[in-house]
């Protein structure tokens, strides 16, 4: 099994920086991938950010490249997505996930487990 626990949202103007931060627990060989992702209310579920802890690749949703950066720190079982230049648009419940097997996906029905979120709300 896998624990994953979200934090670091809140509330920014636009503009504006966040980190948030995903810790893990359970045996690593159920995180080989993992993955950030977001929903607005009235929205589906949206990859935004994917990363293989070992190796460190990366993929990023159209929206966020440019800026934000998913990264890993496995010392301390955390992952991250440092968010910068918010716009309004990226307001939306975060959720880290992970999955057993390794590939970068974008694609929520790909993960396993999951979060229970943070909200990140950005205003004009």
């Known amino acids: 099994q896998v624990q994953l626990v979200e934090s670091g949202g809140g509330s920014v103007q636009a503009g504006g920086s966040l980190r948030l931060s995903c810790a893990a627990s359970?045996?690593?060989?159920?995180?080989?991938?993992m993955g950030w992702f977001r929903q607005a209310p009235g929205k589906q579920r949206e990859g935004v950010a994917s990363?293989?802890?070992?190796?460190?690749?990366?993929s990023y949703a159209d929206s966020v490249k440019g800026r934000f950066t998913i990264s890993q720190d496995n010392a301390k079982n955390t992952m991250y997505l440092q968010m910068n230049s918010l716009k309004p648009a990226d307001t939306a419940m975060y959720y880290c996930?992970?999955?057993?097997?390794?590939?970068?996906?974008?694609?929520?029905?790909?993960?396993?487990?999951w979060g229970q979120g943070t909200q990140v709300t950005v205003s004009s």
């Open positions: 996930a992970a999955d057993a097997r390794y590939g970068v996906s974008l694609q929520s029905s790909w993960y396993t487990y």
């Open positions: 990363i293989l802890p070992v190796g460190g690749f990366t």
């Open positions: 359970g045996h690593t060989t159920n995180r080989k991938t």
